[in-house]
């Protein structure tokens, strides 16, 4: 078996928890990372045990903090300087603060921009085969670009529509820039009301198997039917790929996106590389 190397941010609990046993299950190499340092800890226990002891490793960041995510980027780049697999799973739903260390909507840091910086700081330590794979949901709603820049007053429901749509959207414009240079870039969605702690929190539902989620990060991490998907999404709901938001199907749009995602980390970089 051609054992891979995956990072999968978030993966203290959830969906991220239960894909990183499955991968180790596999005989995978995976890097958790969390926020919490003693959750982090029992998580890598808990996936080392999966793998039957082997090699896992942990990175503690706040993705709310631009210079955190920077930080992650450096020592998982340092520590493994192959990679095969970023999976960009860590998100917020409900929070009670909404401004962020670097004066950013928090929602939009965490759901948007951490992942897009971490994938970008990590490009040179994947090769053309390899995959990012972005979580992204059925909530979409079209993005105001000046969210991205500062901190909104819409509600959590709408910033996280937002939010998951921008990610889908540099998905594809970040996968048409690599072009067959790699790797490829996909969104997905997991499945909609997943047992979640963030379902549960925002909603108040026990939601389903959270394993239906996992399953789908696991096969977009290693499946052979994704081969030729870059930029695409996937709708887990519909178990195939299929079109997100229009706006995601407007490639000039998610370019302007993109750029305007550039602009923010280009504005904030003193905060994080000072």
Not at 138 to 152: E, H, I, K, M, R
Not at 166 to 184: F, I, K, Q, V, Y
Not at 189 to 196: D, E, K, Y
Request: hydrophobic content about 45%; overall charge negative; charged content about 20%.
């Amino acid at each position: 078996m051609n054992t891979k190397t995956i990072l999968i941010t978030g993966s203290t609990d959830g969906i991220g928890l239960a894909a990183a046993r499955a991968l180790a299950a596999r005989g995978h190499e995976v890097l958790l990372h969390g926020r919490n340092p003693a959750k982090l800890e029992r998580a890598k226990q808990e996936v080392a045990a999966a793998r039957s002891g082997g090699p896992v490793s942990a990175f503690v960041a706040d993705l709310s903090s631009l210079k955190a995510v920077a930080q992650l980027a450096s020592q998982v780049a340092d520590a493994h300087p192959d990679l095969d697999v970023v999976i960009n799973n860590a998100g917020v739903f409900n929070t009670h603060e909404t401004k962020s260390v670097d004066g950013l909507d928090l929602r939009f840091a965490v759901n948007t921009i951490a992942p897009y910086l971490l994938s970008r700081r990590l490009l040179p330590n994947l090769s053309s085969d390899g995959r990012i794979v972005n979580l992204s949901s059925a909530a979409q709603a079209s993005v105001d670009f000046a969210g991205l820049s500062a901190p909104s007053v819409l509600d959590n429901g709408a910033i996280y529509a937002q939010s998951k749509l921008a990610l889908t959207m540099w998905s594809r414009a970040l996968a048409h820039e690599l072009g067959d240079a790699g790797p490829s870039v996909f969104a997905v969605n997991p499945g909609s009301l997943l047992a979640t702690k963030m379902v549960k929190d925002a909603f108040g539902v026990p939601g389903k198997d959270v394993g239906i989620g996992a399953d789908i990060l696991v096969r977009a991490a290693l499946s052979d039917a994704f081969d030729g998907h870059s930029g695409e999404y996937f709708d887990n709901d519909r178990q195939d790929f299929g079109p997100p938001h229009q706006d995601a199907l407007d490639l000039p749009r998610c370019q302007s996106l993109m750029h305007a995602l550039d602009d923010v980390l280009e504005s904030t970089r003193p905060t994080f590389e000072g």
